[in-house]
């Protein structure tokens, strides 16, 4: 019989029992501090501190950009809420000059949800082809529509809670129509707001969502959505994706510029 080898001879674990207390590691030691919520007073003052000073650089940040873009509004052309919608839909990967020239004439052919619910399918992917993807927009477009007839007597529903209930509509269309159709306080956050929130040290959320939460205590409420169009204009202008235009950014003396590894 072949002599078992040291290693296997060694004894298995003792199984452990449900119920049963694993016996401590260094017996003697005196057991860990349970876990406590409670901040210590200077983490608690740091955090105040912090907070004071985030505030104080959003509100000087917020005046600046009020100053250098008074008139600031979406530059997508519409007429009502749908028209504002369609074209939201339309702007995804496509500038807005572009959805411009294309909404004019779909509009014109489809002036309702009702209408552009029972378009042709063929007719309207050639209506909104040049806007890019415009398979899945038009398909979007309809289902959409379609809900908004359905379940809103056609009129374009005024909260957040129902208009994310429609098909393709998240919280960044959501807050675009609610702001400019409605003059509803909402923070859109796309590309240059998530941007120049990072840059500008208001958050490091990297999520949409959590980006807008993170902003909206930083501003008033009755100027999120203008705030939020400031930081989109901006982000156009002089903090460009690449190379943002930091010499001559009047936003320089409040702006940590986190992240940016070179500027013009
Ligand atoms: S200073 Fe530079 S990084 Fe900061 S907002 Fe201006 S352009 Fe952007």
Known sequence: MPRKSPRSRRREPEPRLPGKRRPRATPGRKPARPVTTRVPKAAHARRGARAD???A???AVAGILERLYPDAATPLAHANALQLLVATILSAQCTDARV???TPELFARFPDAAALAGAGRAELEDLVRST???RNKAKAIQACCAAIVADHGGAVPRTMEELVTLPGVGRKTANVVLGSAYGIPGIVV????QRL????GFTKERDPVRIEFALQPLVPEAKWSRFSLWLIFHGRR???ARKPRCSICPLSPHCPRLGVSSAQ
């Open 100 to 102: 411009n020239l294309v």
């Open 53 to 55: 000073e985030l505030a």
């Open 197 to 200: 929130a990072g840059r500008l």
């Open 238 to 240: 002089v903090c460009v």
């Open 190 to 193: 796309d590309t240059h707001v």
């Open 57 to 59: 650089r959003a509100a």
């Open 132 to 134: 890019g993807f415009y």
